[in-house]
């Protein structure tokens, strides 16, 4: 090897504590922040899917006599029909609405002697109707009739998800100042156990810039490294996460999907830039102390 | 090159130089001696500004060292090559690596030719890829040596640099310094040996200088 080659490389020994220190918390922070960037994606997505089902759709709840709930119904079709920014509305089959109900009341209720109220499941146009206009047009022609748009479901729900989102980022934001504290002693520990370089150096005329970028350089690295490795460790445990059908609905689309998968790749470039300004900032402190 | 004003340096037992003033010209040789715990390498290390007067001002190169930034520091100590007693290296490089460090940690180019002929001066041709640690004493003082003057600086300041090494190694060392010297470098070695500064004063103009009950002599008169 060249007596002078690249030698910034090479003045800092590659042993001692710090380096596995500097490996294994860089490699178990990537691995949480995997996780938290997947809650926030997965909020994200919970947030979009919830209001994309129930926005554009409402239910027109008719309770009326039943020798006048035919007509009523016919008279909120009508209207509904001749109302603009409704695209359609139809009237849920009394067969499927005790389907709807047998889940929640079983199914030997005998349903027929209920006096339950009609359903109209009806479809937006994407401008939808003026609700309020839409409301007072049914109180007048059908006074049983209520328009529900789902806004007291949908936005809870949303809010819900929105909440989970914003943990999820201090998460990640928390992570990332624990990853700097932890990357900050961890310089400050390599810095002290190679005292005897940084006379040598010092004796030689090198400045603090190449002395601290000798040291810098290296416990990037390892961050980098550290983080490849718990980011790929989250993805594959991200991957085994059965993705649940069914009745189960708790963690079905946990994670990334499409290109989201790529969003991970950026937390080790991002570790190594967190290293880097931790421990030059680090290492900068800590030569003004040493003579 | 170098100039003490005024210059004291207090420590555990006491004060030592007691408001020296003195100048070491571009080009000069001189011999530092005394008893050990004189104070030797504490001027040396005022010299360079290790350590900083307790008293008075160290000029290098026309600048206060105390008003230095550390990195007018480094690059005030790039033109100055240090041999220390105890010879400390990055033990994890290799000795040519080690010689090499004032160029390549300062951004210069480093002559693969040079450090090899520098080591070949020196006796250490063979030893240019084995680590610090395997070096015996002689050998460690060689290769700081040889680290001192890779980088042909203003001025060479030595502690001890011939102690560990027999007489004709301990010649062909001074040799390089006068050369070094002829070439316009100042010199200052601290040193106890007797033979050695006969040897150099026979071939260049040397000056010796004594630290002598805390004071700083000349030619056996305080300074």
Not at chain 1, 116 to 122: A, G, K, Q, S, T
Not at chain 1, 239 to 252: C, E, N, W, Y
């Amino acid at each position: 090897m060249s007596a002078g080659a690249s030698i910034s490389r090479l003045v800092v020994p590659r042993r001692g504590q710090s380096v596995w220190l500097i490996v294994l918390s860089a490699g178990a922070m990537a691995f949480l922040a995997v996780f938290a960037l997947a809650l926030a994606v997965s909020a994200a997505q919970l947030a979009q899917t919830w209001s994309a089902a129930l926005s554009q759709t409402a239910t027109v709840r008719l309770s009326a006599p039943p020798e006048e709930i035919d007509e009523q119904t016919a008279i909120v079709l009508e209207v509904l029909r001749t109302t603009p920014g409704i695209a359609s509305a139809e009237q849920i089959a009394p067969e499927e609405q005790a389907e709807l109900l047998e889940a929640w009341l079983g199914p030997d209720l005998p349903l027929d002697a209920l006096p339950l109220p009609r359903l109209i499941e009806v479809t937006e146009t994407p401008e939808g109707p003026d609700r309020q206009g839409l409301r007072l047009r049914l109180s007048a022609e059908a006074p049983g009739a209520v328009f529900d748009d789902h806004t007291r479901w949908r936005r809870p729900l949303a809010e819900a998800a929105g909440r989970l989102r914003a943990v999820a980022l201090v998460s990640l934001v928390l992570i990332g100042g624990v990853t700097s504290a932890i990357i900050a002693l961890a310089a400050s520990a390599a810095l002290a156990s190679n005292g005897q370089v940084i006379r040598v150096l010092r004796l030689v005329g090198a400045r603090d810039r190449f002395i601290a970028r000798a040291f810098v350089r290296q416990i990037s690295l390892r961050a980098g490294l550290g983080a490849l490795v718990g980011t790929a460790l989250a993805l594959g445990a991200l991957a085994a996460i059965p993705q649940a059908g069914g009745d189960v609905h708790l963690l079905s689309g946990f994670g990334f999907s499409g290109a989201g998968w790529a969003l991970p790749a950026l937390i080790p470039p991002l570790a190594m830039i967190l290293a880097w300004l931790a421990s030059m900032t680090t290492a900068f402190q800590v030569l003004r102390g040493v003579t | 090159m170098i100039a003490f004003e005024d210059v004291s340096h207090d420590y555990g037992g006491g004060r030592l130089f007691g408001d020296v003033s003195i100048k070491l010209e571009q080009g000069s040789f001189h011999f530092l001696t005394g008893p050990s715990g004189a104070g030797k390498s504490t001027f040396l290390k005022l010299c360079y500004g290790e350590l900083t007067p307790s008293a008075g001002k160290v000029l290098v190169m026309n600048k206060d060292l105390q008003g230095l930034s550390r990195n007018d520091l480094a690059g005030m100590r790039q033109r100055i090559g240090v041999v220390h007693q105890d010879c400390q290296f990055l033990d994890h490089l290799s000795v040519e690596q080690n010689v090499a460090l004032p160029l390549s940690a300062t951004g210069r180019s480093v002559p693969d030719s040079d450090v090899a002929d520098l080591l070949s001066w020196v006796g250490l041709a063979s030893h240019a890829e084995a680590l610090p640690p395997t070096l015996s004493g002689g050998e460690r003082q060689r290769a700081a040596l040889a680290r001192a003057v890779i980088s042909a600086p203003n001025m060479l300041l030595a502690d001890e640099p011939t102690g560990n090494l027999d007489w004709d190694m301990s010649q062909r060392l001074m040799s390089l310094m006068i050369e070094l010297n002829r070439m316009g470098t100042a010199i200052l070695i601290a040193t106890h040996d007797l033979q050695l500064i006969r040897f150099a004063k026979s071939q260049i103009n040397a000056r010796v200088l004594r630290i002598a009950r805390r004071k700083l002599q000349v030619a056996g008169a305080d300074l």
